[in-house]
């Protein structure tokens, strides 16, 4: 009897080991995003998060942004995808709604009263939905910008090409010269649509934004001027043969980040370069003598260049179907906080959007430091609207004319009435 009551001791034993190790095992919370990219960052921030919560492991997955978008939908319409994900405001931020769990809840528990004074206004003014938000802002980020490398223009006695005229110029000098003229991977709509409000902003100011709003006409003619500067770009070899059909990640970053390029269409992240994990970028970006320039382009031609686009990049979303909240929230906490420090500060991903991170990007060389002050002076005096628009019908039709004005498909005033169309038939 004593013998079997010590075997059935032992077998409960048994089980109960197992049923808590089936209790221990870690869950795994997936994020899936097209920024913050493949240059490790990530890696360090997952693996102090991990470390710090051992009961959670991160699979974290990167697309080009517009695989990504596209991915998203099917798998979200399948009631799968990632428990967190990467979106930007406007348009898709919206058509994603009924796939974003409302954070303020998760919000107010962990950080108290108040919470949303921690970060800058623009941000949240983005994000807040009738007092809800249903995404939190990684970082800020600012578009518009041009991108030169200093001492590659200069084997050719170029200077940096602010003015429209002196881009065509200096365009012609490097394919004279078998180089790359200015690159941009313009197989992504992003990268259009962020080209052509900046061109938009100069040459017809507010314009851009009262006919994204449905107020003025997109066949006005200083923003039919606005698309014929685009296509210009394509038609007299600003950009690079083949643009539509190349990425900017990595397609194009990668010829810009590895010296290929002497110039670059990008955004303020491009900074990040300065401080980047590749050792053959790093190289590029600070070796003696290594000088590049962010710079902005008079699109028009008058004197004054343009003023630059703000939006919160990027935005992390929690999945509504996510099976274990809990943890996916800890993730999006963390990254919020470490994440961005690691991500601003070590490798000068983003902005802040907390209004208590210091900005003190680590091992900046003095090159790094002169366009990051540029970066932060237009930020602060120059910033002509938003990136992003809220209507995704409209935006789409955008996205489809700047390419097929982009490939010779469509005139100026051809696109410009297409978009119109599109804009009369907008909901708003």
């Not at 000098?173 to 941009?184: A, C, F, K, S, Y």
């Not at 070590?346 to 002050?373: H, I, T």
């Amino acid at each position: 009897m004593k013998k079997l009551f010590s075997l059935m001791l032992v077998v409960a034993m048994v089980l109960a080991m197992g049923v808590s190790a089936v209790a221990e095992e870690p869950v795994t919370v997936t994020f899936q995003t097209w920024n913050p990219g493949e240059d490790g960052w990530m890696d360090i921030i997952i693996e102090e998060f991990e470390a710090e919560n051992p009961g959670i492991k991160v699979a974290y997955t990167y697309m080009p942004y517009s695989d990504h978008i596209a991915d998203m939908q099917i798998k979200m319409n399948n009631g799968e995808g990632p428990d967190v994900y990467g979106m930007q405001t406007g348009a898709t931020y919206n058509e994603f709604r009924q796939y974003e769990e409302d954070l303020t809840p998760y919000a107010d528990e962990t950080w108290g009263d108040g919470w949303a004074d921690n970060y800058i206004d623009f941000c949240m003014g983005l994000l807040n939905v009738e007092g809800k938000y249903y995404g939190l802002p990684l970082g800020l980020t600012y578009a518009g910008f041009a991108w030169a490398d200093v001492e590659k223009l200069a084997q050719y006695g170029i200077e940096v090409p602010t003015s429209l005229a002196a881009l065509k110029e200096a365009a012609k000098v490097l394919r004279d010269n078998g180089e790359l003229p200015m690159t941009i991977g313009a197989k992504d709509d992003w990268i259009n649509v962020d080209t052509f409000l900046n061109i938009a902003n100069d040459v017809a100011g507010d314009k851009i934004y009262s006919a994204i709003e449905g107020e003025t006409p997109f066949t006005d003619e200083d923003l039919v001027k606005a698309l014929e500067i685009w296509q210009s770009l394509f038609t007299e070899g600003v950009f690079q043969d083949g643009a539509v059909g190349v990425n900017m990640y990595t397609d194009t970053t990668d010829l810009w980040n590895y010296g290929e390029a002497a110039l670059c269409l990008n955004g303020s992240w491009a900074a990040g370069q300065y401080v980047s994990n590749d050792p053959d970028a790093h190289e590029v970006f600070n070796h003696e003598g290594a000088d590049h320039d962010a710079f902005l382009i008079d699109w028009n031609d008058d004197g004054k260049p343009a003023g630059i686009q703000a939006s919160v990049d990027v935005v992390l979303c929690m999945n509504t179907n996510c099976q274990h909240k809990d943890a996916a929230w800890k993730f999006i906490d963390f990254m919020l906080h470490r994440g961005q420090d690691i991500l601003i500060n070590q490798g000068l991903q983003y902005m802040p959007s907390r209004k208590d991170l210091v900005l003190n990007v680590e091992g900046l060389s003095e090159d790094g430091s002169a366009s990051l002050d540029y970066i932060v002076e237009q930020s602060k005096s120059n910033i002509a609207g938003y990136r992003e628009m809220s209507y995704a019908d409209l935006k789409q039709v955008i996205c489809d004319q700047l390419k097929a004005l982009a490939t010779g498909e469509a005139t100026p005033a051809d696109a410009a009435a297409a978009i119109e169309a599109a804009s009369q038939a907008q909901a708003r």
